[in-house]
């Protein structure tokens, strides 16, 4: 249940706040605590309503039921009671005036372009060379930003660029002193900008309402931070900065780590550093020591170097003889196998030129001769192996086996 309503009260959050509502005070209370607890209504409806102690602080007026009041605050979920709660942070009787309905118009239509957007907004420098600060010289703000940066950060900087922070000229100064930072950031070396003024009503704090003035802290290339006002107060300043701070002080804190954080991390990185100093030291020495016990006795080294060489050398007698002996007998076998094997050679030649030569003799046309055949040939020496191939009268040569016969073809018979 508790995961559900604090869902809740994020989704008012984030669609609503701040609101500003108008109706007639109805039970009202104020606790022993300093809390004032009541109803707001009208024709339509109404919401329970807790105001705290230091926003009742505040108020320069005693609420009484039935009273005709202006709200502003926050919406979210009292969570024990699962009920619908406005947090007022500021209550005035109505017909004061419509700033306030300006601030909400003029903050919808500056959220609806982005200039509020988180993704547009700047880191703050890790390490500012210098601080800069918008605000009145007679402020108490500008003593509590001093006071604090002394107390934090006494070796940065601080540039000041005086302004106005209250009536009719003050937003066209402040916005002066803005562009005067976007012009000469680099050469005063400011890298953070303090936009700061102390608490007050809503006209008092009217001069940072200005549009004008939001878009030249948009356009500003040094990361801004609001601290205008006190926790509860809001201005379209804080909006735009890309940090707001909820007072002075604050805000100076926000923009410089203490020294003491800077030089404490100075001191560990030396000590780091120290170490590693040590230690390389250490293993130099080792290494020269270790170096030098071998160059004061060199004649251990040039003995370990004359053992080194005759066990190579008597190695290489061993490998050297070794090798010889194989070699010796390897020439041994191969002149005792050298005769078996010429003679084998030798009669498989023989077997070979025999068998050759009685195909060469099986070939020999006298063979058939000798049993009864004769070669014919006409005169020219060209065999007559056909019948066809003569002709009456011609005369042709028979080569019989011990000579020659000339013939004469008297009627040549086809078969």
């Given at each position: 249940?508790?995961?559900?309503?604090?869902?809740?009260?994020?989704?008012?959050?984030?669609?609503?706040?701040?609101?500003?509502?108008?109706?007639?005070?109805?039970?009202?209370?104020?606790?022993?605590?300093?809390h004032c607890y009541f109803s707001l209504k009208d024709e339509q409806g109404q919401i329970r309503c807790a105001m705290f102690r230091r926003a009742a602080g505040l108020l320069d007026f005693s609420p009484r039921d039935g009273q005709l009041v202006e709200l502003r605050g926050r919406l979210g979920v009292y969570e024990p009671r699962g009920e619908l709660q406005l947090g007022v942070e500021s209550m005035r009787q109505a017909g004061q005036g419509n700033l306030f309905e300006q601030f909400l118009l003029l903050k919808a239509r500056l959220e609806a372009e982005g200039l509020f957007e988180a993704a547009r907004k700047r880191?703050?420098?890790?390490?500012?060379?210098?601080?800069?600060?918008?605000?009145?010289?007679?402020?108490?703000?500008?003593?509590?930003?001093?006071?604090?940066?002394?107390?934090?950060?006494p070796h940065i900087p601080v540039v000041l660029y005086p302004a106005s922070v209250q009536g009719s000229q003050a937003a066209g100064e402040l916005r002066e002193a803005v562009l005067k930072v976007s012009r000469r950031w680099n050469k005063d070396q400011v890298d953070v900008l303090l936009l700061v003024r102390g608490g007050g009503a809503m006209e008092d704090l009217w001069a940072f309402n200005d549009e004008q003035l939001a878009r030249a802290i948009v356009a500003s290339p040094v990361p801004v931070i609001s601290g205008v006002g006190h926790e509860t107060d809001f201005t379209i300043a804080d909006f735009c900065a890309d940090v707001r701070a909820p007072t002075p002080t604050a805000a100076a804190e926000l923009?410089?780590?203490?020294?003491?954080?800077?030089?404490?991390?100075?001191?560990?990185?030396?000590?780091?550093?120290?170490?590693?100093?040590?230690?390389?030291?250490?293993?130099?020495?080792?290494?020269?020591?270790?170096?030098?016990?071998?160059?004061?006795?060199?004649?251990?080294?040039?003995?370990?170097?004359?053992?080194?060489?005759?066990?190579?050398?008597?190695?290489?007698?061993?490998?050297?003889?070794?090798?010889?002996?194989?070699?010796?007998?390897?020439?041994?076998?191969?002149?005792?196998?050298?005769?078996?094997e010429l003679a084998s050679n030798l009669q498989g030649s023989q077997d070979q030129l025999e068998r050759a030569q009685l195909r060469l003799e099986l070939l020999d046309p006298k063979l058939v001769l000798r049993r009864g055949y004769a070669w014919l040939a006409d005169m020219q020496g060209v065999p007559v192996t056909a019948a066809k191939m003569t002709r009456i009268g011609q005369p042709v040569r028979a080569t019989l086996t011990d000579g020659e016969v000339d013939l004469t073809v008297s009627a040549p018979r086809l078969i």
């Open positions: 249940m508790g995961s559900l309503l604090r869902a809740i009260a994020d989704c008012l959050e984030a669609r609503f706040n701040p609101v500003a509502v108008q109706g007639e005070l109805t039970g009202f209370s104020r606790a022993a605590s300093g880191p703050l420098p890790m390490l500012p060379r210098g601080i800069g600060v918008v605000t009145s010289l007679g402020a108490a703000a500008l003593h509590d930003v001093v006071t604090a940066l002394q107390r934090r950060a923009c410089a780590q203490p020294q003491s954080v800077w030089l404490g991390a100075l001191g560990l990185v030396f000590a780091r550093l120290q170490n590693g100093v040590d230690r390389q030291m250490q293993t130099q020495t080792q290494r020269l020591d270790w170096a030098m016990s071998r160059v004061s006795r060199p004649s251990h080294l040039v003995t370990r170097q004359h053992a080194r060489l005759a066990g190579l050398a008597q190695s290489l007698k061993h490998a050297t003889r070794s090798a010889l002996r194989q070699e010796q007998f390897r020439v041994q076998s191969l002149g005792a196998a050298l005769p078996r």
